[in-house]
């Protein structure tokens, strides 16, 4: 059974910077493509960013340039570091892990990222 367990949530200013951890159970070279997703109240969960086994990276715009993702094979973690946060990332994060020969994805519990002053 894949788990996936997020970690590095919290309050963070406005202009201040967080990173995200999800560490996979297994080797994620098992998974064809990991990433993040995000969900404030009252909207729908969004693509915020992903990496492939390759290492190709794809970002929402709305992180461009601010957002980077990576990934330690040899840790089977995926990061998300975050800077020049701002009130509009407040949301769950969650981490997730696609499949393609199966077409399933997996998902974490989720971690709360919250950009106040």
């Known amino acids: 059974q894949v788990q996936l367990v997020e970690s590095g949530g919290g309050l963070v200013q406005p202009g201040g910077s967080l990173r995200l951890s999800c560490a996979a159970s297994g080797s994620i070279f098992s998974f064809n493509r990991m990433g993040w997703y995000r969900q404030a109240p009252g909207k729908q969960r969004e693509l915020v960013a992903t990496v492939s086994t390759g290492g190709g990276t794809n970002y929402a715009d709305s992180v461009k340039g601010r957002f980077t993702i990576s990934r330690d094979n040899a840790k089977n973690t995926v990061y998300l570091q975050m800077n020049s946060l701002k009130s509009e990332d407040t949301a769950v994060y969650y981490c997730?892990?696609?499949?393609?020969?199966?077409?399933?994805?997996?998902w974490g519990q989720g971690t709360q990222v919250t950009v106040s002053s």
């Open positions: 997730n892990a696609f499949v393609a020969f199966t077409a399933v994805n997996y």
